[in-house]
């Protein structure tokens, strides 16, 4: 089992960047797939950007793809996601997720997650 605390958000403009961590507990962290989802108000949660247990291998929403990179450092039991060029559709609760050995695009393939964290883009 692994529990997650994201941090990070925050408001800014249009043009600037944050980067948000998620931190997770445990020993084993290096053997989960981590995501990252979002979810603004009156909308579905969606995803953002995934990174394998390995790390090799990663992948995004075409919305995000060139703007946001996801990381992770495993000896820090941790997840970034870095996001650039924010656009006020950026605006929404960004949620990190877990799941064992693999990972996923699809919010109902993960079974841990933190409680999320507010980004705030203003025009």
């Known amino acids: 089992q692994v529990q997650l605390v994201e941090s990070g958000g925050g408001l800014v403009q249009a043009g600037d960047s944050l980067r948000l961590s998620c931190a997770a507990s445990?020993?084993?962290?290096?053997?989960?797939?981590m995501g990252w989802f979002r979810q603004a108000p009156g909308k579905e949660r969606e995803f953002v950007a995934a990174?394998?247990?390995?790390?090799?291998?990663?992948y995004y929403a075409d919305s995000v793809k060139g703007r946001f990179t996801i990381s992770r450092d495993n000896a820090k039991n941790t997840v970034y996601l870095q996001m650039n060029s924010l656009k006020p559709e950026d605006t929404a609760g960004y949620y990190c997720?877990?799941?064992?050995?693999?990972?996923?695009?699809?919010?109902?393939?993960?079974?841990?997650w933190g409680q999320g964290t507010q980004v705030t883009v203003s025009s």
């Open positions: 997720a877990a799941r064992f050995r693999s990972d996923s695009y699809y919010v109902y393939d993960y079974p841990y």
């Open positions: 445990g020993r084993t962290f290096n053997k989960y797939g």
């Open positions: 990174i394998s247990w390995t790390g090799g291998t990663t």
